[in-house]
């Protein structure tokens, strides 16, 4: 079992900066691949970036150049640093582990909201 806590979110100005952060319960040896989510209102939950173990990244078309995902793996802890923000992007964020076992199973956060204004 694979507890994630996100914090960070809030509201900001567009253009302006949030960095989100996912602590994960368990040694993050454990975990392969982690990635972080958005679901706006009325809108299916999409993919915002994921980093696998190995450290290589994936980025959303609409926020590449714009966010970057990063782990600490002594932390156990996964960040998103969100700049310049648009109000599209606003949307409850979630953090999601893949772990490392065989079979896989897949874990999520509670969520943490991000309003953008204009």
């Known amino acids: 079992q694979v507890r994630l806590v996100e914090s960070g979110g809030g509201l900001v100005q567009a253009g302006g900066s949030l960095r989100l952060s996912c602590v994960a319960s368990v040694n993050m040896y454990s975990i392969n691949t982690m990635g972080w989510y958005r679901q706006a209102p009325g809108k299916q939950r999409e993919l915002v970036a994921y980093?696998?173990?190995?450290?290589?990244?994936n980025y959303a078309d609409s926020v590449k150049d714009r966010f970057t995902i990063s782990r600490d793996k002594a932390k156990n802890t996964v960040y998103l640093q969100m700049n310049s923000l648009k109000p599209e992007d606003t949307a409850v964020h979630y953090c999601?582990?893949?772990?490392?076992?065989?079979?896989?199973?897949?874990?999520w956060g509670q969520g943490t909201q991000v309003t953008v204004s204009s």
């Open positions: 980093i696998t173990s190995g450290s290589s990244t």
């Open positions: 999601k582990a893949e772990t490392a076992s065989f079979p896989s199973y897949n874990y």
